[in-house]
C-alpha cells in the first residue's frame, strides 16, 4: 500500500513583472549542445528531509514554499517552463511563454526519522516522496514540486527537474535562491545574477551543431523514448551512504603522497575521494572475470573558460573518463594509482577545451563491460545538503533515482566532510562497506 497521500496540487507560475525583473527574459530558450547530451536522460529527483519543522505548521510551511517558489521563478524562469520540440526549425527549446511549476501538497504516515537516520536507502519510500514525470513525448515539463509533511512530525521537499534545464551547479543556484527568498534573506537573492542564454556558451556554428545533433540522437522526435526505470528494477539495488570526515579525507590525501614519495603531489578532495571509491570497489570486484574498468566523471566548465561564466544556470558539463585495471588497483599502491589516472584524465580533458571534439565520454564508456563501469555523478562542491528553507539543514539530502549500478554521488556536508552515496548489488554492498570502513583504518 502506498505510505504518500495527495492532498492538494497547484500551479506555481513567476511573480507578476518577470520582463521587468529580468532583461534578458526570453519566451523560448534554445537548448545548446551541452543541453541536448542529457536530453533522454531520467529527471533528476532531489530529496530534502527535514525531520524538526514543530515550529512551524505544515499550511504556512506550504504558503512559504509555494510563495518563495514564485519569487525565485522570476529569475529562473526556464524551471517553470516546457521543453519542446519546434518541428519546423528542427530545433528542442525550453518554453518559457505560459510559465508554471506543478506543485503537490502530501502526506505520508511513516515515520520521518526511518528515513533520516537509516544510512541504508528505503528505495520505495525515496520514490513516493519525489514526483515522477512521464517524459516520453515532448513537450514535457521543466519542473515538478512534491511536499509531503509526516504525519508524527517532519517535510519532504521532492523534486523532479529534466538535466537539460540544468546541471548540478544550475540546480544548486536555484536551491540557494529558493531557499534564501524562504527564509526571508532578500538581500542574498537579489544580489544573484543567473545567466540562461545559452549563446554565452560561444559555440560556433551552435544553431547548426545543435540541429544536426538532434536528427542524428532523436530521430523520432517529438517522441522521445525515454522511460522511467520500472520499480522492479530499482530494487534490485541497494543504495547506501557513507561519511568521509575531513580528517578521513586528509588522511588519504597523506597516503598518496606516501605511496608516490612526492611531498609535493597535489590531490585535490575529488580525485581523492573518486580514487578511494575506485579502489575499495576494485576489491570489492576481486571475483569480476573481467579486469577492465572505467570511472566515468562530470567536468564542470563555468571557471576554466575565459570569461568566466560563473553565473550560467544552464548545463555546462562535459563527460570524462579513467580507465585503468581492477588488479592495478587492487595493488598496493592502488590509492595513488587511482588518483594519478583521474588526475591526469581530467588535465587532459581540460587542456583539451570545452569543444574539442564530440562529447564521447558516454559513448567511450559503455565499451566497458558492465560489470567494471563506476559513474561518479556529483560533485562534493555542490553542497545540498546546506540548503536551510528556514527551518534548519536538512537530515537528509539524497539523490532518490540513484538507478545505475556503480553509480555514487557525492555531497559536501560543510566543515570539509563529504557524504557518499551508492547503488550496488546487495551481496556487493556488503562487501563494499566493510572494505570502505576497513580502508579508512590501514
Same mark, same amino acid.
Given at each position: 500500500?502506498?505510505?504518500?497521500?495527495?492532498?492538494?496540487?497547484?500551479?506555481?507560475?513567476?511573480?507578476?513583472?518577470?520582463?521587468? $525583473?529580468?532583461?534578458?527574459?526570453?519566451?523560448?530558450?534554445?537548448?545548446?549542445?551541452?543541453?541536448? $547530451?542529457?536530453?533522454?536522460?531520467?529527471?533528476?529527483?532531489?530529496?530534502?528531509?527535514?525531520?524538526?519543522?514543530?515550529?512551524?505548521?505544515?499550511?504556512?510551511?506550504?504558503?512559504?514554499?509555494?510563495?518563495?517558489?514564485?519569487?525565485?521563478?522570476?529569475?529562473?524562469?526556464?524551471?517553470?517552463?516546457?521543453?519542446?520540440?519546434?518541428?519546423?526549425?528542427?530545433?528542442?527549446?525550453?518554453?518559457?511563454?505560459?510559465?508554471?511549476?506543478?506543485?503537490?501538497?502530501?502526506?505520508?504516515?511513516?515515520?520521518?526519522?526511518?528515513?533520516?537516520?537509516?544510512?541504508?536507502?528505503?528505495?520505495?519510500?525515496?520514490?513516493?516522496?519525489?514526483?515522477?514525470?512521464?517524459?516520453?513525448?515532448?513537450?514535457?515539463?521543466? +519542473?515538478?514540486?512534491?511536499?509531503?509533511?509526516?504525519?508524527?512530525?517532519?517535510?519532504?521537499?521532492?523534486?523532479?527537474?529534466?538535466?537539460?534545464?540544468?546541471?548540478?551547479?544550475?540546480?544548486?543556484?536555484?536551491?540557494?535562491?529558493?531557499?534564501?527568498?524562504?527564509?526571508?534573506?532578500?538581500?542574498?537573492?537579489? *544580489?544573484?545574477?543567473?545567466?540562461?542564454?545559452?549563446?554565452?556558451?560561444?559555440?560556433?556554428?551552435?544553431?547548426?551543431?545543435?540541429?544536426?545533433?538532434?536528427?542524428?540522437?532523436?530521430?523520432?522526435?517529438?517522441?522521445?523514448?525515454?522511460?522511467?526505470?520500472?520499480?522492479?528494477?530499482?530494487?534490485?539495488?541497494?543504495?547506501?551512504?557513507?561519511?568521509?570526515?575531513?580528517?578521513?579525507?586528509?588522511?588519504?590525501?597523506?597516503?598518496?603522497?606516501?605511496?608516490? $614519495?612526492?611531498?609535493?603531489?597535489?590531490?585535490?578532495?575529488?580525485?581523492?575521494?573518486?580514487?578511494?571509491?575506485?579502489?575499495?570497489?576494485?576489491?570489492?570486484?576481486?571475483?569480476?572475470?573481467?579486469?577492465?574498468?572505467?570511472?566515468?566523471?562530470?567536468?564542470?566548465?563555468?571557471?576554466?573558460?575565459?570569461?568566466?561564466?560563473?553565473?550560467?544556470? @544552464?548545463?555546462?558539463?562535459?563527460?570524462?573518463?579513467?580507465?585503468?585495471?581492477?588488479?592495478?588497483?587492487?595493488?598496493?599502491?592502488?590509492?595513488?594509482?587511482?588518483?594519478?589516472?583521474?588526475?591526469?584524465?581530467?588535465?587532459?580533458?581540460?587542456?583539451?577545451?570545452?569543444?574539442?571534439?564530440?562529447?564521447?565520454?558516454?559513448?567511450?564508456?559503455?565499451?566497458?563491460?558492465?560489470?567494471?563501469?563506476?559513474?561518479?555523478?556529483?560533485?562534493?562542491?555542490?553542497?545540498?545538503?546546506?540548503?536551510?528553507?528556514?527551518?534548519?539543514?536538512? @537530515?537528509?539530502?539524497?539523490?532518490?533515482?540513484?538507478?545505475? *549500478?556503480?553509480?555514487?554521488?557525492?555531497?559536501? +556536508?560543510?566543515?570539509?566532510?563529504?557524504?557518499?552515496?551508492?547503488?550496488?548489488?546487495?551481496?556487493?554492498?556488503?562487501?563494499?562497506?566493510?572494505?570502505?570502513?576497513?580502508?579508512?583504518?590501514?
Amino acid at each position: 500500500m502506498p505510505c504518500v497521500s495527495i492532498l492538494k496540487t497547484y500551479h506555481v507560475t513567476p511573480s507578476p513583472g518577470i520582463d521587468s $525583473n529580468i532583461s534578458t527574459f526570453q519566451e523560448k530558450l534554445s537548448l545548446s549542445i551541452l543541453d541536448l $547530451n542529457w536530453l533522454r536522460m531520467p529527471y533528476t529527483q532531489p530529496l530534502f528531509l527535514y525531520p524538526d519543522t514543530t515550529v512551524h505548521s505544515f499550511p504556512s510551511i506550504v504558503r512559504s514554499l509555494k510563495s518563495s517558489l514564485s519569487t525565485t521563478l522570476t529569475k529562473f524562469y526556464p524551471f517553470a517552463g516546457k521543453i519542446d520540440f519546434i518541428q519546423d526549425t528542427g530545433d528542442v527549446i525550453i518554453d518559457c511563454t505560459h510559465c508554471s511549476v506543478e506543485f503537490v501538497e502530501a502526506e505520508c504516515s511513516v515515520d520521518i526519522k526511518q528515513l533520516t537516520e537509516n544510512d541504508v536507502h528505503d528505495t520505495v519510500m525515496y520514490m513516493e516522496l519525489v514526483p515522477e514525470i512521464d517524459r516520453s513525448t515532448l513537450p514535457i515539463p521543466a +519542473m515538478a514540486v512534491k511536499v509531503t509533511r509526516f504525519t508524527g512530525g517532519g517535510v519532504a521537499i521532492g523534486l523532479a527537474i529534466h538535466h537539460a534545464v540544468a546541471d548540478g551547479n544550475g540546480k544548486r543556484m536555484f536551491y540557494e535562491a529558493w531557499s534564501a527568498v524562504c527564509r526571508g534573506d532578500l538581500d542574498l537573492f537579489n *544580489k544573484m545574477v543567473v545567466l540562461h542564454d545559452r549563446k554565452i556558451l560561444k559555440h560556433p556554428n551552435d544553431e547548426e551543431v545543435a540541429r544536426s545533433f538532434i536528427k542524428k540522437a532523436y530521430p523520432t522526435l517529438p517522441f522521445l523514448g525515454g522511460r522511467a526505470t520500472p520499480m522492479e528494477e530499482r530494487l534490485r539495488l541497494q543504495r547506501r551512504t557513507f561519511m568521509l570526515s575531513s580528517p578521513a579525507i586528509q588522511s588519504l590525501k597523506k597516503r598518496i603522497r606516501d605511496e608516490l $614519495n612526492e611531498p609535493q603531489h597535489y590531490a585535490s578532495t575529488f580525485t581523492t575521494i573518486a580514487a578511494y571509491i575506485w579502489v575499495c570497489l576494485a576489491k570489492t570486484n576481486i571475483n569480476s572475470a573481467n579486469d577492465i574498468t572505467a570511472l566515468l566523471y562530470l567536468l564542470d566548465w563555468r571557471s576554466r573558460v575565459e570569461p568566466v561564466i560563473t553565473e550560467y544556470g @544552464g548545463n555546462c558539463l562535459r563527460t570524462g573518463y579513467a580507465d585503468g585495471g581492477w588488479s592495478e588497483l587492487r595493488s598496493v599502491n592502488g590509492l595513488s594509482r587511482a588518483q594519478v589516472l583521474i588526475g591526469s584524465a581530467i588535465k587532459k580533458d581540460a587542456e583539451g577545451g570545452m569543444y574539442s571534439g564530440e562529447d564521447k565520454g558516454f559513448e567511450k564508456f559503455r565499451q566497458t563491460p558492465e560489470s567494471g563501469r563506476v559513474i561518479l555523478s556529483r560533485s562534493n562542491r555542490l553542497m545540498c545538503s546546506q540548503t536551510d528553507f528556514g527551518w534548519g539543514r536538512p @537530515g537528509r539530502f539524497e539523490m532518490a533515482g540513484l538507478n545505475c *549500478k556503480g553509480e555514487v554521488m557525492l555531497d559536501g +556536508m560543510g566543515g570539509g566532510d563529504v557524504k557518499v552515496s551508492i547503488a550496488l548489488e546487495p551481496d556487493q554492498m556488503h562487501v563494499f562497506a566493510a572494505v570502505f570502513r576497513e580502508g579508512l583504518n590501514p
